[in-house]
Every structure is written in C-alpha cells, then in structure tokens.
C-alpha cells in the first residue's frame, strides 16, 4: 500500500516562495501519477497540479496562475510543487495524491475538486502565508 508523505509547509511573507516535496514512506512513486490538492478552512477542495509518470505531461488548476510548477525527480523519488508568487489566499493544507498509471504513463488529468481519480492521499502539510 502507497503512502505518501509531503514535506515543506510553513509560515511565508507575502510574495515569498516555498517547495513542497512529495515522498512515499512505503511503495514508491514511479508508477503513480502524483497530483497536488489543497484546501483552506471552510473551503472546498482545490486540484493544484498534476505530473504524469513520465513527468512529460504536467497540468495546472486555476488557483496556481503561472506561479506554481511540478516537478518530479524520478532518481530521488520525489515530486516537487514549486510555488512562487505567494498570496493570503495560498493558505491551505496541501495534499499530494496518488493515481496508478504503471511504467510509462505519459499524461495525468483529474484536477476537478469533486475527482475520483487519485486512490492514495498524504496527510498533508500547511501552508501560511502572511500580508
């Protein structure tokens, strides 16, 4: 069984910038296309990104507006969500997610805040960004 752990999270000015790191404690990512989610307090949540297994295909939701970037690094099983740019309304938990796609997997998609697509999920990390 998957399980995911991300890493990162903290407290952020304003216009500051922060890397979110996605790991597996048990399994490993290769197979998996990796989404970021987030969600604020009272809010619903919110698809970030997405990067396909061969990390060829990366999508963004609405809230990243050019300022966030996926990345995975497939040596050091990792995946990153480069944000930069932050605003106040960045505040959130941030989730990463898992979907099986097997070895070669070349896009991802799901990013709807309703989809059903991602089968294993992190406990998240917070996200704090001051005026």
């Known amino acids: 069984q998957l399980q995911l752990v991300e890493s990162g999270g903290g407290p952020v000015q304003s216009g500051g910038s922060l890397r979110l790191s996605c790991s597996a404690s048990?399994?490993?990512?290769?197979?998996?296309?990796i989404a970021w989610f987030r969600q604020a307090p009272g809010k619903g949540r919110e698809g970030v990104s997405c990067?396909?297994?061969?990390?060829?295909?990366?999508k963004y939701g609405t809230v990243a507006e050019g300022r966030f970037t996926t990345s995975r690094d497939s040596a050091h099983k990792m995946v990153y969500l480069e944000m930069n740019n932050l605003k106040p309304e960045d505040t959130a938990i941030y989730y990463c997610?898992?979907?099986?796609w097997g070895p070669g997997g070349s896009v991802c998609y799901g990013l709807e805040s309703d989809s059903q697509e991602w089968d294993h999920w992190g406990r998240g990390t917070q996200v704090t960004v001051s005026s």
């Open positions: 997610a898992a979907d099986y």
């Open positions: 048990r399994g490993n990512l290769d197979d998996y296309a």
């Open positions: 990067v396909s297994v061969s990390g060829e295909d990366a």
